[in-house]
T-cell receptor, first 116, second 111 residues
């Protein structure tokens, strides 16, 4: 598609439940990025993919967070055993390149996760 | 390393006032610089960008000039409207292709 699509728009989970978020990048874009926007607007980079391969995962909390980008499927970000502090808006972005030059990233509308 | 420092808000202005939101950055190499806007309850929208020193990005009456000598990318608008009320983010993108965002500046424009 012409825009980055994210589903669902809102997700509510009880503490300890699993949450799964989806992102469909712009057609032809081979890089996908996940960001977390927490209270006070702070953005945190989580992970990026080049096609189905992890490109940079330096921002990922390793214990409960995982992500995948499989061929012919939306990318996903999964949080096992959610905690209250995981409440945030999760943004996905895609770009057509990722190495050796700067490629503009296009953001999706975000998924608002509320952990109660 | 890479980082963005943005003027703290919130900022409240009367309609038709002049707006400046300061943004300075630290970066290795030659980053691209961006301003994003986030309206209440919505996602990020690209407002403007500049990819090299002395470039001026502009859109919807907003402008920002990439100043390498002062490592700044201040956002300006000559006459704000109520519809400009939003949170504005300055951001840096470098060859590592990870965005570095400022903390956002909330702008409220009152009639």
């Amino acid at each position: 598609g012409e825009e980055v699509a994210q589903t669902p728009k809102h997700l509510v989970r009880g503490e300890g439940q699993k949450a799964k978020l989806y992102c469909a990048p712009i057609k032809g874009h081979s890089y996908v990025f996940w960001y977390q926007q927490v209270l006070k607007n702070e953005f945190k980079f989580l992970i990026s993919f080049q096609n189905e391969n992890v490109f940079d995962e330096t921002g990922m909390p390793k214990e409960r967070f995982s992500a995948k980008c499989l061929p012919n499927s939306p990318c996903s970000l999964e949080i096992q055993a959610t905690k209250l502090e995981d409440s945030a808006v999760y943004f996905c972005a895609s770009s057509r390149g990722g190495q050796g030059a700067i490629y503009e990233q296009y953001f999706g509308p975000g998924t608002r996760l509320t952990v109660t | 390393g890479n980082s963005v420092t943005q003027m703290e808000g919130p900022v409240t202005l009367s309609e038709e006032a002049f707006l400046t939101i300061n943004c300075t950055y630290t970066a290795t190499g030659y980053p691209s610089l961006f301003w994003y806007v986030q309206y209440p309850g919505e996602g990020l929208q690209l407002l403007l960008k500049a990819t090299k020193a002395d470039d001026k990005g502009s859109n919807k009456g907003f402008e920002a000039t990439y100043r390498k000598e002062t490592t700044s990318f201040h956002l300006e608008k000559g006459s704000v409207q109520v519809s400009d009320s939003a949170v504005y983010f300055c951001a840096l993108l470098n060859t590592g292709n990870q965005f570095y965002f400022g903390t956002g500046t909330s702008l409220t424009v009152i009639p």
